[in-house]
């Protein structure tokens, strides 16, 4: 499977987990979350892949969350009905995803991509 990593090429959190995969030698695929945001199957592989609760996926910061009241609404939501939005939007989702096979990071921490990803 390829190395995907999700995000918005102006987000310097993305330019950062970019430029630390490929110096570690990691060659992938840089997609455009907001005009290609992932589906809700891919999203769903990735929330089992991860361990992690639907909830950390949000970009719990960003603009379109808070004009949509998700804070209040998400708790009242089904896990499907949340798939559902995260799919719509890419700018509900937390940035960057990186994902190859079974190992997925939501976000740019330094040392959980030493972990998972080995730099």
Known sequence: MSFQLYGYSKCGTCRDALK????????????????TPPSENQLKQ????SGLPI?????????????????DKLPS??????????????????????AEGNKVTVGFKEAEYKEVWGI
Not at 20 to 35: D, P, T, W
Not at 46 to 49: K, L, N, T
Not at 77 to 92: H, K, P, V
Request: aromatic share 10%; no cysteine; glycine share 6%.
């Open 55 to 71: 909830q950390r996926f949000f970009n719990v910061s960003g603009e379109v969350y808070r004009e949509m009241n998700l804070k």
């Open 20 to 35: 630390s995969l490929r110096a570690k030698g990691h060659e992938l695929q840089m997609i455009e979350l907001f005009e």
């Open 46 to 49: 990735w929330i089992q892949a």
């Open 77 to 98: 939501m089904s896990f499907d009905e949340q798939i559902t939005l995260l799919a719509s939007n890419g700018r509900l989702i937390k940035r960057p995803i990186a």
